[in-house]
């Protein structure tokens, strides 16, 4: 046990401090405003103000007590000057949010960061009454995206003194009558008019039973063409739930076994050495706790044509950056070998993908009905389909190339299936219904309940099983999963204590706005909660508006000349692949892996250069331009952990 050291400090908080925790630890200040302490983090203070920083050294978190000051902005700005005197960043935006939580005011604030800092620098400042309370990140990127449970835990838990958080548990939910669907499904159209998002797919079930399944809107801008319950959307990540229901039917049959080792079933699977590799159980491969960084840019960024075996081939060079169990890291290559190892399985002589897309029409789709569903992108974007969207350079909704999101198709058991509301409706009865539809049983219920199983943390009220989370919505179980590629998004929602579930399927970027608050309403009707989703989303419309001005505001389009002029026109990374800048319609353009569109450049405060891609959608490159060794090269960094550097050839 971690030992516990009392801080003696002259401003402490009303409970005793410990310098580090072995679990996630609420405190309060002399003010009576809340805050957790998320374990293994250190805890110190300087002025008035409380610092966690994580294990690693490199991040900091911060809550201060700032008292009075002028706006959000000022009271972040004295924030700044406890935890970096004389060196505060530069504001880029600053967006407010609907009051909640107990407070007045929330304002999000983001800050100008290098190119080769890769760092993570915001800071949100809350207001209750004339009392300002500002809680800043200060630190690596990768850490940060390495702890992100933990500054989940941190951000949830800081409330103003005396806030009791609503609840919904043990209350009686509402039925579903036609006048209550109707206040659900006119926030769907109202959301999908605010966020202008050209289609959305809905389904509801209660009891089993199908209450309301069509459509929003239309397929593609520009086009009469109506999205109805048939309309495919690319479901990305909610793919693997699906991939778990493949296991779980193996489960039943004797297949294999959730807490078998890896290699006994695929003996050529490898981690970064020995020793992980053999750690590896089949309950590893989905549930996001071995600590493997997630890798998305390794195909993002790759080639086009890979084969299905490339998951294995990455993973062999990954080592995990956590204990097994200990983070919640989202690494999506893993959860592809779940799905081919479960094909391996039935079809050991095929190729990965056809053995996989053979199981999962044998054991998943045809078994529930799922008759629209493939991962088949000629049929799926064939007839009745909806287009993604995203938004371009200027911030407006416009139609996009389908092309990027073939980027996970050779780790498609993690995220590249194509599905309707109708299917997917089916897919959310099998849930409510514990493995049995219309009847009959599909999979066995400890098995298809396995996958639920709370797993490592995601938040303070949200841990991950396999391929599903669990969540505590105000007082209510919600399984759940979502889904994320350009220009789609897609999110399910099952309550297992009521029997209600809904589909949400959206063909634009910024209708992933919509999703959370969809559920947040669900709950407002069933349970008479406070009026919140409305103006959730009226404020993510706000929000989006904001950070596309932004954006804009700090590139130059068409780019610098005297930059583009300077690029080679060509540049290879070789645990990647390959880079080009052309000439397409009078404009330069660049090519990277499944990334393609015109550029634009940005000059950052060191006075380096970055190069942007501009085309629509929320995926793009930025690459700040250099040399080395006298070549002429590019750095991307994913974000995370990884920096790509290509160099001209």
Known sequence: MKLLIALALSCAP??????????????????????????????????????????????????????????????????????????????????????????????????????????????????KGSAWTVLVIDGSAGTAAKRSAAMSVVAQGLRPAGFQKESFAGKTAHELTPERIKLLTDFIEQSRQELEVPGVGFALIDDGKVLWQGGFGVRALGSPEKVDEHTKFMIASNTKGMTTLLLSTLADEGK???????????????????????????KHLICACTGLPRKDFGFILADKGQPAADTFTQLAATMPTSKFGD????????????????GHILYPTMEFGAAYDRAMEEKVFGPLGMKDSTFDYAEGMAGNWAAPHGLD???????????????????????????????????????????????????????????????????????????????????????????TLVGYHSNWFALPESGVGLVILVNSDPGASMLAPTLRRLLEILYDGQPEAARDVTAAATRIAAQAKAKRERLTFPGDAAVLAGLAGHYSDPTVGQITITEKNGQKWI?????????????NADGSVSIVSV??????????????????????????????LYVEN
């Open 14 to 127: 009303v409970a005793a401090l410990a310098q580090t925790v072995a679990s996630d630890t609420p405190g309060q200040f002399a003010s009576g405003v809340q805050y957790v302490q998320p374990k293994d983090w250190t805890a110190s203070r300087q002025g008035s103000a409380l610092i966690f920083t994580s294990p690693e050294g490199d991040l900091r978190i911060m809550v201060a007590e700032i008292g009075a000051a002028t706006d959000a902005t000022d009271a972040a700005a004295k924030a700044w000057a406890v935890i970096r005197p004389g060196a505060a960043p530069t504001l880029r935006t600053s967006t407010a949010a609907p009051p909640a939580d107990g407070w007045d005011e929330r304002v999000g604030l983001a800050y100008d960061t290098l190119p080769t800092e890769r760092a993570a620098r915001s800071a949100t400042a809350l207001r």
């Open 256 to 282: 294999l076994r959730w807490d078998e080792k890896v290699v006994d079933l695929y003996p050529d699977f490898r981690l970064g050495n020995d020793e992980v590799t053999n750690s590896v159980l089949v």
């Open 327 to 342: 983070l919640f890291q989202y690494n999506n290559q893993l959860a592809s070998a779940a799905g081919y190892v479960g």
């Open 393 to 483: 350079i200027d911030g407006k909704v416009t139609l996009m190339s389908n092309d990027f999101n073939w980027s996970p198709y050779p780790y498609r058991p993690a995220g590249a299936a194509f599905s309707t509301t109708a299917d997917m409706v089916r897919y959310v009865q099998l849930e409510l219904g514990k493995g049995m539809l219309d009847g009959k049983r599909v999979v066995s219920e400890a098995n298809l309940l396995a996958r639920r199983e709370k797993g490592v943390q995601v938040g303070p009220d949200s841990w991950y099983g396999m391929g599903l989370f669990q969540r505590d919505a105000s007082g209510v179980q919600v399984v759940t999963h979502g889904g």
């Open 591 to 603: 090519k990277a892996g499944f990334v393609e569109g015109p550029l634009a450049t940005r000059k």
């Open 615 to 644: 085309g629509p959608g929320s995926i793009g490159v930025d690459a700040l331009v250099g040399t080395k060794d006298g070549k002429r090269t590019l750095a991307i960094n994913d974000g995370q952990q990884t920096q790509y």
